[in-house]
């Protein structure tokens, strides 16, 4: 169900602009997997898995899975896709592991009442009159994707995060071809737009041709610490990718 605050003129502008381009607005289920390697001092290698899949009630499901000896993230979002909107109803975050602190995050979206709440242990908090392009952690990657698919060249964000809205900034930078497991693919290339005082950088690698899926993203934080992953497998449809079907 489309978030109750679109005016009527603004449902009927915002199908004009979709007939448009309606095609490349379309989600596809898919899933992919990633080698994901994490470097500080020592390398940490692990694998990662990226699914979309539709459910039975209509809405859609998106989660990111890291599995490594040290540490695993499940990481979660149910969303309903309209007009090219992410609309988040329930994001989850989930990590545990060796030498580090377990940690849970649960965001609900209440689009009637125009709320973000959080009700888990002492993270606890409570944000009202969240705008209609409110996103969450994970939802907003994939509303990047589409978005950079359509033609879009410069993304700003709100994304729900430890009881605020945080403005995330990212700019298409170029196009490169790129080696990967599945061959040569021409990718789309993104950068996160940060302060220039700011030592973490983030760069995303998405496929030319597929809209949803990404090849390859790698993070430098401030303290040092690298994080990337590079796909190794994917299925479209239930089908295995093939580099036939990229050119």
């Keep these: 169900m489309l978030a109750p605050f679109f005016r009527p003129w603004q449902i009927l502008i915002l199908a004009l602009l979709t007939s448009v381009n309606a095609s490349s607005a379309d989600l596809i289920p898919h899933t992919a997997s990633y080698t994901a390697k994490i470097q500080k001092g020592t390398s940490i290698k ?14 859609w499901r998106y989660r990111f899975d890291v599995d490594s000896f040290i540490a695993d993230i499940r990481e979660s979002v149910r969303f309903e896709w309209q007009y090219n909107q992410v609309i988040p109803h329930q ?7 060796f030498f580090i602190r ?8 209440d689009w009637k009442k125009r709320i973000a709440r959080s009700k888990v242990k002492k993270q606890r908090w409570e ?14 990657q994939l509303q990047l994707s589409m978005d950079v698919y359509s033609g879009k060249r ?16 990212f700019k298409v930078i170029g196009e490169e071809r790129i080696n990967t497991a599945l061959g040569e693919l021409d990718s ?3 950068k996160k737009i940060r302060s220039e005082s700011s030592k973490r950088q983030t760069s995303l690698w ?15 934080e401030a303290d040092g610490e690298q994080y990337e992953i590079n796909i190794k497998s994917a299925k479209i449809d239930g089908e295995p ?7």
Excluded: C, W
Excluded at 91 to 97: A, E, I, M, N, V
Excluded at 156 to 167: F, S
Excluded at 206 to 220: A, D, E, I, N, P
């Design 188 to 190: 789309i290339v993104v």
């Design 127 to 140: 944000i009202k009159k969240i705008p209609s392009n409110t996103v969450d952690r994970l939802g907003y």
């Design 91 to 97: 994001y989850r975050y989930q990590l545990s592991g």
């Design 154 to 169: 410069d993304m700003l964000y709100q994304i729900v995060h430890k009881g605020r809205l945080k403005e995330n900034r």
């Design 206 to 220: 998405f496929s030319k041709k597929y809209q949803f899926l990404l090849l390859k993203m790698t993070q430098r």
């Design 46 to 59: 692990g694998t990662a898995v990226r699914e979309l899949m539709k459910l039975d009630n209509g809405q």
């Design 102 to 109: 377990d940690r849970e995050y649960k965001v609900e979206f």
């Design 241 to 247: 990718f093939a580099i036939s079907k990229q050119l």
